[in-house]
């Protein structure tokens, strides 16, 4: 999707092996979300930043960590991967008006 | 229990029946009702955006927020094969960064020629 960039769009890890998803928006927005999507669960918030320079838990944010580096980057740093993290991680920035926008995901498989 | 609900589905319409996709909420704050829609492996995307109660229209697409009985549907009319996606129902206690939408678990929808 334009304006919402994530990489890497897959990855496979090891169990307690670490990495970082990153994203970056270029539209200016001040607010980024992190969400999981597993099948049957929808989409769960992990984390979000409401500004630069501010972070806050979601609803699932246990194993996770998240950095906002600047406005326009927000990185979600897994530190010791477990099965369970196994999911599609999406990045997302919402317009002042709530409309979110989504990047096309992160496949992570962790075994 | 979540506070938006939907029927998982899968819903299977031949191609150029109306289809009508419903939701729940419980969060009488909710204000902003939003549909996404994400086809397989690929980000949500924006189709329908409502504020309050009422009707909105796009196309073959339409919008209904009745907030008395806190229900929200879309209606596709002449579905096509490529309306085959998952349709999320998202609501909204405001806007801006600090009002996280809440989102449905989504519900399936299959368009057969």
């Known amino acids: 999707n334009a304006g919402v960039t994530q990489t890497p769009k897959f990855q496979v890890l090891k169990t307690g092996q670490s990495m970082t998803l990153q994203c970056a928006q270029d539209?200016?927005?001040?607010?980024m979300y992190w969400y999981r999507q597993d099948p049957g669960m929808g989409l769960r918030l992990i984390y979000y930043?409401?500004?630069?320079?501010?972070?806050d838990k979601g609803e699932v944010p246990t194993g996770y960590n998240v950095s906002r580096l600047n406005k326009r980057e927000f990185s979600l740093r897994l530190e010791s991967a477990a099965p369970s993290q196994t999911s599609v991680y999406f990045c997302?920035?919402?317009?002042?008006?709530?409309?979110?926008?989504f990047g096309e995901g992160s496949r992570l498989t962790v075994l | 229990q979540k506070e938006v609900e939907q029927d998982p589905g899968p819903l299977s319409v031949p191609e150029g029946a109306i289809v009508s996709l419903n939701c729940t909420y419980s969060?009488?704050?909710?204000?902003?009702f939003m549909w996404y829609r994400q086809y397989s492996r690929k980000g949500p995307e924006l189709l329908m955006y409502?504020?309050?109660?009422g009707n909105k229209e796009d196309g073959r697409f339409t919008a209904q927020v009745d907030k008395s009985s806190k229900y929200i549907s879309l209606f596709i009319r002449d579905s096509q094969p490529s309306d085959s996606a998952t349709y999320l129902c998202?609501?909204?206690?405001?806007?801006?960064?600090?009002?996280?939408?809440?989102f449905g678990r989504g519900t399936s929808l299959i368009v057969h020629p």
């Open positions: 539209m200016n927005h001040n607010s």
């Open positions: 969060n009488s704050a909710f204000q902003y």
């Open positions: 998202v609501s909204s206690a405001g806007s801006g960064g600090s009002y996280i939408p809440t």
């Open positions: 997302a920035s919402p317009l002042p008006a709530g409309e979110l926008f």
């Open positions: 409502t504020y309050s109660s």
């Open positions: 930043s409401a500004s630069e320079g501010t972070t």
